[in-house]
C-alpha cells in the first residue's frame, strides 16, 4: 500500500466515526485527486486535500441536490450527516452508492448528458468560474518541491507561461454554462436500472462549454478511447469540437492540465511518479500518440 493510501485510510477511519459510520473493511476505488472508498453501507466517501475543498465543496453539495431535484441523473450527497467534514487538511464528503450494473456506460450517454446540463438554467448556487485551467498545476509547480528537477521545473512554467496567453486568446463562441469540469468517461456509472449517472461534481463550474467537451477528444489521444467513441459522443452532443478554431490550443492545455496530479501525488505514490515521468517525456519530445495511464 503506498503512502498516500494509508493516509488517506487514516483519515476515512476519523471522518467516518465522526458522523457515525463504520469504516471497516472498506475498499479503495480511486486515488487520484481524491481517495474514494466504499463503506459496506451503501455510501461512498471522497477525500481530497485539495486547498480549495473547505470552499468548494459545500457548492459541489448544493449543486447535486439542485441536479436531482430537477431530474437530472446525479450522484446524490448522503443527506442524513453533516457534511462536509475536515479532518487535519482534508474535506470529507459522504454520498448515495449507486448500484451498478455490469454494462458500461458509453461516451453516447456522456455526450447526450452533458447537452442537458449546458442547456439548464442557471443554478441557484454560487459556483466558480471557471477562467483559468492552469491555475493547479501553476501552483503545485511552485510549491512541490523536489518533484520536479530544476531544468523541468524551468521548462514546465515557461510552457504554462506560453499556454496562458493561448487561453486567453481561445475563440469561445457561446455565453458561459455550467460545466461539470471533469467530463470523462470514467466518471459516468450505469445504474442497474439501465440509466447513465453523472459522478465526481468536485470541479463544478461556470465556463466554456469547450471544457467539457475537450476531455473525451483527449481521452482519443492519451487513454485509448476509439474514433467511434468520439464519434458517438459528438453525435449525442450534437456539436463536434474538432471543427472550433481553438480547438488544437485547448488541446494542448488539457495535456498540460492532466500532469498536475501526479505532481501533487508523486511524494506519496509510486504510479504518480512513473506517470509524471511518463507524460512530462510525451510533452517534451511532442509526441500527438504517447498513451497515458489512469492507473498502475
Request: charged residues 25%; aromatic residues 8%; neutral net charge.
Amino acid at each position: 500500500m503506498s503512502d498516500l493510501a494509508s493516509e488517506a485510510r487514516v483519515v476515512l477511519d476519523k471522518a467516518c466515526r465522526h458522523v457515525g459510520l463504520d469504516p471497516s473493511d472498506a475498499d479503495l476505488l480511486r486515488l487520484r485527486s481524491n481517495a474514494v472508498f466504499k463503506l459496506r453501507a451503501p455510501v461512498i466517501v471522497r477525500i481530497t486535500t485539495s486547498a480549495g475543498g473547505p470552499e468548494r465543496l459545500p457548492a459541489v453539495l448544493a449543486m447535486t441536490r439542485w441536479l436531482h431535484a430537477r431530474g437530472f441523473p446525479t450522484v446524490r450527497p448522503l443527506d442524513d450527516v453533516e457534511q462536509p467534514v475536515h479532518i487535519s487538511d482534508a474535506t470529507i464528503t459522504f454520498w448515495r452508492h449507486v448500484p451498478a450494473c455490469a454494462t458500461p456506460p458509453h461516451t453516447a450517454d456522456l455526450g447526450e448528458l452533458l447537452r442537458r446540463l449546458h442547456e439548464l438554467p442557471a443554478p441557484p448556487v454560487d459556483l466558480p468560474a471557471f477562467d483559468d485551467p492552469l491555475r493547479g498545476i501553476r501552483h503545485d509547480v511552485h510549491y512541490r518541491p523536489g518533484v520536479l528537477t530544476p531544468r523541468e521545473r524551468s521548462w514546465l512554467m515557461d510552457l504554462i507561461a506560453e499556454l496562458d496567453q493561448e487561453w486567453k486568446a481561445l475563440p469561445f463562441g457561446s455565453p458561459p454554462t455550467t460545466l461539470h469540469g471533469d467530463a470523462w468517461i470514467d466518471n459516468l456509472l450505469r445504474h442497474r436500472e439501465g440509466h447513465p449517472v453523472l459522478c465526481d461534481w468536485d470541479s463544478v463550474s461556470t465556463g466554456p462549454r469547450e471544457w467539457d467537451l475537450i476531455h473525451t477528444h483527449h481521452g482519443r489521444r492519451r487513454f485509448g478511447l476509439t474514433r467511434p467513441d468520439v464519434e458517438s459522443f459528438t453525435d449525442a452532443y450534437g456539436y463536434d469540437l474538432r471543427s472550433w478554431p481553438g480547438y488544437d490550443s485547448l488541446m494542448r492545455i488539457r495535456d498540460v492540465f492532466a500532469v498536475g496530479i501526479h505532481i501533487r501525488n508523486a511524494p506519496g505514490d509510486p504510479f504518480s511518479r512513473r506517470e509524471l515521468a511518463r507524460r512530462l517525456h510525451t510533452l517534451r519530445t511532442g509526441s500527438l500518440t504517447g498513451t497515458w495511464r489512469l492507473r498502475p
